[in-house]
């Protein structure tokens, strides 16, 4: 059963950069989607970014040519770049796993990221 572990979350100001990295314990090259989910508070959990093991891309509206995801297979890590950040993008975000040795979806513990004004 693969486990994920995510960090990078933390406090930055509105128009800043992080970059969150989720590790996984078995190869990512085995898995068919490694993806990013973001839930804010009184908000439903939402779909930030995707990524195949083909290296297909998708990313949801909010975030586009903000949010960068990315994976190395060398590493097991899937990371996600977050520029100009805005308060709005405040939230837990979650990494998820899903397909080929993975049967069912595998979630993160979540991580933290809050942006101020």
């Known amino acids: 059963q693969v486990q994920l572990v995510e960090s990078g979350g933390g406090l930055v100001q509105a128009g800043g950069s992080l970059r969150l990295s989720c590790a996984a314990s078995e190869s990512i090259f085995n898995i068919n989607v490694m993806s990013w989910y973001r839930q804010a508070p009184g908000k439903q959990r939402e779909l930030v970014a995707m990524?195949?093991?083909?290296?297909?891309?998708t990313y949801g509206d909010s975030v586009k040519g903000r949010f960068t995801i990315s994976r190395d297979t060398a590493k097991n890590t899937v990371a996600l770049q977050m520029n100009s950040l805005k308060p709005e993008d405040t939230a837990v975000y979650y990494c998820?796993?899903?397909?080929?040795?993975?049967?069912?979806?595998?979630w993160g513990q979540g991580t933290q990221v809050t942006v101020s004004s």
């Open positions: 998820n796993a899903l397909g080929g040795i993975v049967i069912a979806p595998t």
């Open positions: 990524i195949t093991s083909g290296g297909s891309t």
